[in-house]
């Protein structure tokens, strides 16, 4: 880095460069820093110190797995909790969501009991839990804005997260992706 530094110390005060220096990560349009590094202070740094990037990949890929009545889960990467939701497909089919009733926490429910419900201008609809847990926590911005539900059903629109019997292991009656996109295309 030093080196950087001896031959072109101009690119120094480019930010775009300084974050590629500093953190080795592509670059950015906005710097890191609010002044650009002088080459002296870049040399002051003790040439022993290596910048380490965090491993980014996962040994254990989540993968969502969904009901034939298009509820999906996430589960956790130690396969103890789960999140719970309703798939875009439902999402589309319901319509324009005006309110939802989310589980109250602490609530024991078994795979396909009623954990809430989703009203849209259409119609309604219970949501069902795809796997046997206790729910440790609801989606309280549904709440206010249940229109998230139709901008981001699996993502930001989460219904509940429930800690798994079982440690996650019987998702085995469930779907991947590719099987539920059969089941919609149907």
Known sequence: MASIARLQPSLLS???LYSAIRSSSRCS????VSRPIRP???AAVSSSRRITRPFTGSAAVREKKYTKDHEWIELSPDGKTGTIGIST???KALGDVVYIELPTIGTEVGAGDTIG?????KSASDILAP??????AKNDLLEEKPGVINTSPEEDGWIAKIEVESGGKD?????GLEEY?????E
């Open 181 to 185: 996109r059969k089941l919609t295309e």
């Open 131 to 136: 796997k046997a847990g206790t729910v440790v």
């Open 117 to 121: 419900a989703v009203e849209s201008v």
């Open 89 to 91: 497909y439902a999402a």
């Open 14 to 16: 480019q930010p775009c």
């Open 40 to 42: 002296s202070q870049l």
């Open 29 to 32: 349009s906005r710097p890191l």
């Open 171 to 175: 998702v085995e009656g469930l779907m």
